[in-house]
């Protein structure tokens, strides 16, 4: 089956750090672009990370220095390491891949896992 | 950066309306526009890439168009099913990915 199954989330104090994992299967992990994009409770979708299939990792402002995205292809798994963690981290964290080709702008999300809860407060 | 209008936030219909939602970019962005539906407590799903595919598997009721910085997401004759958050996405910006603020479409 394809699919990706994310883990590691949960409770964190303000300054702490959280490392999140994403299980794939049924596909080749490898040869994909993979992301994390984050929804708080009751609000929208924003994308936390890519890393691409040669390992090059892009983040937007709000998380550049603070989080890192790596990925195992040996073991299919994607990692976010979050460190520095304030309480507007707080959300729901997906791992999803991308089919297309992002640089061209064809991009687009064609698979979601179902999340992990990230909660930082004390 | 190219910012996503989407509209409206939120929408009452019936079962058997025809509902439109619009996404508008800052400037152009020729057909590079995706689009997504997500029930409550589930991660999203694809619906429509590059503006007006239509995704494999996805009922026909459902259509995208548009190009340049004007987008719609079109359902022809609404389902019990298919009340739920949409979105729209930017893949123009690699690497960046913009969503847009969403639209609620719930029961009238």
């Known amino acids: 089956e394809v699919q990706l199954v994310e883990s590691g989330g949960g409770l964190v104090q303000p300054g702490g750090s959280l490392r999140l994992s994403c299980a794939a299967s049924?596909?080749?992990?490898?040869?994909?672009?993979m992301h994390w994009v984050r929804q708080p409770t009751g609000k929208g979708l924003e994308w936390v990370s890519t890393?691409?299939?040669?390992?090059?990792?892009f983040y937007p402002d709000s998380v550049k220095g603070r989080f890192t995205v790596s990925r195992e292809n040996a073991r299919n798994s994607l990692y976010l390491q979050m460190n520095s963690l304030r309480a507007g981290d707080t959300a729901v964290y997906y791992c999803?891949?991308?089919?297309?080709?992002?640089?061209?702008?064809?991009?687009?999300?064609?698979?979601w896992g179902r999340g992990t809860r990230v909660t930082v407060s004390s | 950066d190219i910012q996503m209008t989407q509209s409206p936030s939120s929408l009452s219909a019936s079962v058997g309306d025809r509902v439109t939602i619009t996404c508008r970019a800052s400037q152009t962005i020729t057909t590079y526009l995706n689009w997504y539906q997500q029930k409550p407590g589930k991660a999203p799903g694809l619906l429509i890439y590059?503006?007006?595919s239509l995704r494999s598997g996805v009922p026909s009721r459902f259509s995208g168009s548009g190009s340049g910085t004007d987008f719609t997401l079109t359902i022809s004759s609404l389902q019990p099913e298919d009340f739920a958050t949409y979105y729209c996405?930017?893949?123009?910006?690699?690497?960046?990915?913009?969503f847009g603020q969403g639209t609620k479409l719930e029961m009238k």
């Open positions: 890393i691409g299939t040669l390992a090059d990792t």
């Open positions: 049924g596909f080749t992990f490898s040869s994909s672009d």
């Open positions: 996405q930017l893949s123009y910006n690699a690497p960046v990915f913009t």
């Open positions: 590059g503006a007006s």
């Open positions: 999803a891949r991308t089919t297309g080709d992002f640089w061209r702008g064809t991009a687009h999300f064609d698979l």
